[in-house]
């Protein structure tokens, strides 16, 4: 820009050299941040409650804010003016993490660039840069002295080299269980990539899930657990309105919780734990404007001196015109008839963890009391048919032999299986080894005797071929034992998948043709599987169709890595959305290893006529004539203590 005056002169190279006011991120906030989604749309007005969330980012007696929280809170758009602001105001190294690399793409695309286009210090700031330059892309940018990285919780490469000072990990309670690939839990990575900084700020914000199998209620719980408390307008008790206070049935003149009429949304009040008297939804803005957020545990303060605050904001205390107390009671009385409902409910509207009921919650412990009384590597009788499922991981391969049999429903085609665990090992050789595929060919070459001195061998091997490194030498191995039936598999957790499709190649010639030669995958319908396996351990049958039994030396933790995952209900863009949530710091590797000896199962089951399948297996061993020789001992059994056969 030319030179034409003095006040030239003074905007371009005098007022830069000036020091930039200090400005916190809320008066920041009403000074320059848009709106640009939902029914609030354009200047940004900070909600009371959301005051001191902002204000706590500026803190720096704070390192880390957790937030629990409902839907219609806008716990989102305060990442985002962390994000603008630590853009424009206070240039630092920054990332904003979500569940996958898609859900990073389309954040940075939708969300991000919406920002810039309507906030207008960001618009003039990438101006400079709109046409790319190679220095910024979708998932990376680089302006005014920033850096803003957006990554999938799922990439182990997102989490690779780089430090921030600031980290924001969105909606944390939907990423992968059981981390970033070969990397570790991806929490722990993010505190990682902060340690540099004296001044780093870690924000971890999510909707809950499963009590007890969610990141945002332990990252809530390690907080000094906030609450927001507001002051009655007839007495002036403070009190927090607990969401849990949400019962229908309360009489009008009990303390302390929501009341309404049923049926009759319309007719809630809020009565008072003090006064008795009813608040109507209308005084909550009133409230709000003189309420304090009140910490109900001890500060956790880290070696520094830093405080970890958490915060839990539900959609009560909301100001958003959907997030009416009349329509929570609405959609509260919607759900309340179906367990899932119940569980969508508490997610996205309370902000709390949907806890299972104490009567049909299956635990490590009550399975292990359950077990059977034979041994582990031994065939009870009502076993006919063997199959194994295989779960790879980087330095072992965990071995699960299950045996098959009709139970008392010989005759019914499609009725469920009884089956017994045969046999859990694990062989500590690296996946790319000779070693590792040689030693899990003593089990599916081996042979498994019955009571009466027949043999079976195993009918189908599935192998987890995972995501990356495995694959090829998963591939390699489950051709060169095809005339077996081992195969490579792969988990699809979609619901509504069969327990097994019928297999694709992987390899294509130049006219996009399958080659014949190349290896075959077989996706596994996960989400079905461990439905059915659930809702069976949890029946407890004793025998016959369904029932499921343990040898009398399975160990809690095989239980406890069985049942270390839950089915999740929530709604994505108003649809219903089905995933697994895992307990934090359980492994799954017994849960995976028997989903796919059950997906080997129903390959095996293929080539029979499914009316006289048993009939056809039955037969087929009764043609054996001769014993059966005793079963080489061949690798470490976690059902034995880890010890050598």
């Known amino acids: 820009m030319p030179i034409r005056s003095a006040s030239d002169v003074l905007r371009q190279y005098i007022q830069p050299l000036k020091p930039k006011e200090k400005l916190s991120r809320s008066d920041w906030a009403e000074r320059h941040f848009q709106v640009t989604k939902g029914s609030s749309t354009g ?38 003016i962390d994000e603008a602001y630590s853009i ?75 430090t921030y000072r600031i980290v924001r990990a969105d909606e944390t309670s939907a990423y992968k269980a059981g981390g970033a690939g070969k990397e570790g839990d991806q929490i722990e990575l993010l505190l990682n990539r902060t340690i540099d900084y004296h001044d780093r700020l870690f924000i971890d ?17 390690l907080g000094d657990q906030r609450h927001r408390f507001l002051p009655c307008p007839h007495c002036g008790h403070f009190q927090r309105l607990s969401a849990a206070a949400f019962t229908p049935g309360a009489k009008k003149d009990t303390p302390g919780g929501f009341w309404w009429e049923p049926g009759k949304p319309s007719s809630v009040v809020y009565i008072c734990e003090h006064c008795d008297k009813p608040i109507q939804h209308s005084q909550k803005f009133e409230m709000d404007e003189a309420g304090e957020w009140r910490p109900m545990a001890p500060p956790n303060i880290d070696p520094n001196g830093r405080e970890h605050r958490s915060y839990h904001i539900w959609a009560g205390i909301s100001y958003q015109a959907n997030a009416s107390w009349a329509n929570i009671v609405a959609e509260y009385e919607k759900n309340s008839e179906s367990p899932q409902g119940l569980q969508v409910f508490i997610n996205t509207w309370l902000g709390l963890p949907y806890r299972e009921d104490a009567s049909t919650r299956l635990t490590a412990e009550s399975l292990y009391a359950r077990r059977d009384t034979y041994t582990s590597g031994t065939l009870p009788d009502g076993i006919l048919m063997v199959c194994i499922g295989v779960d790879m991981q980087d330095d072992r391969a965990e071995i699960f032999v299950w045996g098959f049999g009709p139970g008392d429903s010989e005759t019914q085609a499609g009725a469920e299986p009884e089956r017994w665990l045969i046999e859990h090992a694990v ?55 095809m005339k077996h039936n081992v195969i490579a598999t792969k988990g699809m957790p979609q619901p509504g998948k069969p327990p097994i ?19 075959v995958v077989y996706q596994v319908g996960t989400d079905g599987i461990k439905t059915r396996l659930m809702a069976q351990l949890k029946h407890g049958h004793e025998s016959g169709a369904g029932a499921i039994h343990f040898p009398n030396d399975t160990t809690e933790e095989f239980f406890a890595q069985l049942v270390s995952e839950r089915r999740h209900y929530s709604t994505v863009g108003g649809q219903p959305k089905v995933t697994w949530v895992r307990r934090q710091g359980v492994r799954a590797e017994a849960l995976d290893g028997t989903v796919y000896a059950d997906a080997a199962f129903h390959h095996a089951k293929k080539k029979y006529n499914q009316k006289t399948m048993w009939q056809q297996i039955r037969a087929t061993i009764e043609a054996q004539g001769k014993p059966a020789p005793e079963k080489s001992p061949v690798a470490f059994n976690l059902l034995e203590g880890q010890k050598p056969y």
Not at 66 to 76: E, H, L, N, Y
Not at 501 to 519: F, I, S, V, W
Request: aromatic share 10%.
């Open 43 to 80: 200047r940004w007005k900070t909600r009371p409650y959301q005051r001191e969330i902002l204000d706590a980012w500026d803190d720096p007696r704070v390192w880390r804010t957790s937030i629990m929280k409902s839907s219609r809170v806008g716990a989102t758009t305060l990442l985002n």
């Open 88 to 162: 424009h105001w206070e240039p630092c190294d920054t990332c904003t993490v979500q569940p996958t690399t898609g859900d990073a793409e389309k954040y940075s695309r939708d969300t991000f660039n919406a920002l810039v286009e309507n906030i207008d210090v960001l618009t003039e700031l990438f101006s400079v840069c709109k046409h790319r330059d190679g220095t910024n892309s979708i998932l990376e940018k680089y302006i005014n002295g920033a850096s803003l990285k957006f990554i999938g919780a799922n990439s182990p490469n997102g989490f690779r080299r780089v």
């Open 205 to 221: 914000c999510s909707t809950p899930t499963i009590e007890g199998f969610d990141r945002i209620e332990s990252a809530f719980a």
């Open 427 to 481: 062989i500590f050789e690296r996946y790319d080894t000779k070693a590792v595929y040689a030693q899990i060919d003593s089990f599916v070459l081996g042979d498994y005797p019955l009571s009466d001195g027949k043999i079976l061998k195993p009918s189908a091997t599935a192998i987890d071929s995972g995501d990356g490194d495995h694959a090829p030498y998963v591939y390699e191995y489950a051709n060169s034992r």
């Open 501 to 519: 499709n019928n297999g694709k190649r992987t390899e294509y010639d130049m006219k996009g043709r399958p080659k014949k030669t190349g290896a």
